[in-house]
């Protein structure tokens, strides 16, 4: 794996999970409590031991730069890396990054003068625990000049990726990105040939992009210099090159969500608690998913009624009851509190106990959640102030609604507290 240079793609505005990338790029969206975005696919790296990695981002990377700094340093005798490549402006190529493929394009001149053999394309939002070497040998196993990884999908989401056929060696005969309609049902094709029963075929007839793939070295230069209009390795520079090139279909078989919207970002956090095994575990011991170190201290409960919920370190639960909830680091609650099936980010800091005092005689409202407080069906970003007796409950059941002054939004019915947002005492959403 030596022979592999790793491109994580993290430019995008991340406008489906606006707000929680009004202030971060989207791979530094934190997850699971304590990591972020970034951290499972640098992993998965890392547990494949591809050590040179590049993140290519554009929009809000100051607290990305910031993550990955100061988590990931190898040692000054190992060629090891994992290093932020910031959209810029030349006298060449004085505009932003266009696309995916625009955005390895501007750099490629950097990337060139590494003695790689291959270039791996990972995606930076998405939710997975994957052997990228197993890949990149059955790429080399069929002489690929491209090769996707692939997973079945059925026909309800089927529309929100890039499909494509396959012979009966494997190889990608055509390709079509976020096909609808007619174009969509073109697209249906029998998935026993990557070895599901006639019935599981039955349930997923699609074959979706995962947004991961493997170029030769040579072959992802030409492309991207011989195209120099097509700025998106989905919708123009994969289908182009199915004619002319060998590009082959990698089946994936574990457990893959791609978690670029709101719904999607809150159903994947709220999964982890679930018993007796999650869909995507955290605790595996041989291919563990790697964050920053924190040194904080134990969590600390007091009289708490807590049921299938997550806590990271370094929190404060005095008497309250939270139910099916993931609660990030520092994160406070205050008593007579009451979680269900929310997310809570946590904070950046500790307020000093000189401070909090100062807020509750002064009638200001205090980092974390004030006491007799309910909180159901929620995301609250990091640092929020949430008063006393708020009840965040979308009473009103509304889908969507955008509500930045007082410090929140609605998708998909979820309510999302902006972070650093106040939310005054006795508020009701």
């Not at 995606?123 to 994957?130: A, C, E, P, V, W």
């Given at each position: 794996m030596k022979r592999?240079?790793?491109?994580?793609l993290g430019g995008g505005a991340g406008?489906?999970?606006?707000?929680?990338t009004k202030l971060r790029a989207k791979p530094a969206v934190p997850l699971a409590g304590k990591y972020r975005l970034i951290d499972i696919p640098v992993s998965n790296c890392i547990n494949s031991e591809i050590v040179k990695i590049y993140v290519l981002t554009q929009f809000n990377s100051a607290s990305l730069n910031r993550h990955l700094s100061?988590?990931?340093?190898?040692?000054?005798f190992s060629?090891?890396?994992?290093?932020?490549l910031a959209a810029q402006q030349t006298a060449e190529n004085p505009r932003w990054f266009q696309g995916t493929a625009d955005a390895v394009r501007q750099y490629i001149w950097l990337m060139k003068e590494w003695d790689v053999d291959e270039y791996l394309i990972l995606s930076g939002d998405h939710l997975y625990r994957m052997d990228y070497s197993l890949f990149i040998q059955r790429h080399r196993e069929t002489n690929a000049?491209?090769?996707?990884s692939v997973v079945p999908i059925g026909e309800k989401t089927a529309s929100s990726f890039g499909l494509m056929k396959i012979d009966d060696s494997g190889r990608v005969i055509d390709f079509c990105e976020k096909p609808k309609g007619e174009a969509l049902k073109q697209m249906r094709v029998d998935t026993t040939v990557l070895g599901l029963s006639s019935q599981q075929a039955k349930e997923n007839p699609y074959i979706a992009s995962m947004g991961i793939y493997v170029f030769k070295k040579d072959v992802l230069e030409k492309l991207l210099e011989a195209n120099p209009d097509y700025t998106d390795f989905g919708k123009e520079i994969i289908p182009a090159s199915a004619k002319d090139y060998n590009i082959q279909a990698y089946l994936f078989k574990g457990y893959w969500e791609d978690i670029g919207t709101i719904e999607a970002f809150y159903e994947a956090n709220l999964a982890l608690t679930q018993q007796p095994q999650p869909t995507f575990s955290f605790y595996d011991?041989?291919?563990?998913?790697y964050t920053r170190a924190r040194y904080l201290p134990p969590s600390k409960m007091l009289d708490c009624t807590i049921t299938e919920s997550m806590i990271s370190e370094g929190c404060i639960l005095k008497e309250?009851?939270?139910h099916h909830s993931v609660l990030g680091i520092r994160t406070r609650v205050e008593k007579d509190c009451v979680i269900e099936d929310s997310l809570l980010m946590g904070c950046d800091f500790y307020e000093p106990f000189a401070e909090r005092q100062s807020n509750l005689e002064n009638g200001k409202v205090s980092v974390g959640i004030g006491a007799g407080t309910t909180i159901r069906r929620a995301i609250v970003d990091k640092n929020a102030r949430i008063g006393h007796k708020v009840q965040i409950v979308n009473k009103d059941r509304v889908e969507e609604a955008e509500r930045e002054k007082e410090g929140f939004y609605i998708r998909n019915g979820i309510v999302v507290v902006l972070k650093n947002a106040t939310i005054p005492d006795g508020t009701v959403i």
């Amino acid at each position: 794996m030596k022979r592999v240079l790793a491109i994580i793609l993290g430019g995008g505005a991340g406008t489906r999970l606006y707000p929680l990338t009004k202030l971060r790029a989207k791979p530094a969206v934190p997850l699971a409590g304590k990591y972020r975005l970034i951290d499972i696919p640098v992993s998965n790296c890392i547990n494949s031991e591809i050590v040179k990695i590049y993140v290519l981002t554009q929009f809000n990377s100051a607290s990305l730069n910031r993550h990955l700094s100061r988590t990931y340093s190898f040692s000054g005798f190992s060629e090891g890396f994992v290093e932020v490549l910031a959209a810029q402006q030349t006298a060449e190529n004085p505009r932003w990054f266009q696309g995916t493929a625009d955005a390895v394009r501007q750099y490629i001149w950097l990337m060139k003068e590494w003695d790689v053999d291959e270039y791996l394309i990972l995606s930076g939002d998405h939710l997975y625990r994957m052997d990228y070497s197993l890949f990149i040998q059955r790429h080399r196993e069929t002489n690929a000049d491209i090769t996707l990884s692939v997973v079945p999908i059925g026909e309800k989401t089927a529309s929100s990726f890039g499909l494509m056929k396959i012979d009966d060696s494997g190889r990608v005969i055509d390709f079509c990105e976020k096909p609808k309609g007619e174009a969509l049902k073109q697209m249906r094709v029998d998935t026993t040939v990557l070895g599901l029963s006639s019935q599981q075929a039955k349930e997923n007839p699609y074959i979706a992009s995962m947004g991961i793939y493997v170029f030769k070295k040579d072959v992802l230069e030409k492309l991207l210099e011989a195209n120099p209009d097509y700025t998106d390795f989905g919708k123009e520079i994969i289908p182009a090159s199915a004619k002319d090139y060998n590009i082959q279909a990698y089946l994936f078989k574990g457990y893959w969500e791609d978690i670029g919207t709101i719904e999607a970002f809150y159903e994947a956090n709220l999964a982890l608690t679930q018993q007796p095994q999650p869909t995507f575990s955290f605790y595996d011991e041989k291919a563990p998913i790697y964050t920053r170190a924190r040194y904080l201290p134990p969590s600390k409960m007091l009289d708490c009624t807590i049921t299938e919920s997550m806590i990271s370190e370094g929190c404060i639960l005095k008497e309250c009851r939270i139910h099916h909830s993931v609660l990030g680091i520092r994160t406070r609650v205050e008593k007579d509190c009451v979680i269900e099936d929310s997310l809570l980010m946590g904070c950046d800091f500790y307020e000093p106990f000189a401070e909090r005092q100062s807020n509750l005689e002064n009638g200001k409202v205090s980092v974390g959640i004030g006491a007799g407080t309910t909180i159901r069906r929620a995301i609250v970003d990091k640092n929020a102030r949430i008063g006393h007796k708020v009840q965040i409950v979308n009473k009103d059941r509304v889908e969507e609604a955008e509500r930045e002054k007082e410090g929140f939004y609605i998708r998909n019915g979820i309510v999302v507290v902006l972070k650093n947002a106040t939310i005054p005492d006795g508020t009701v959403i």
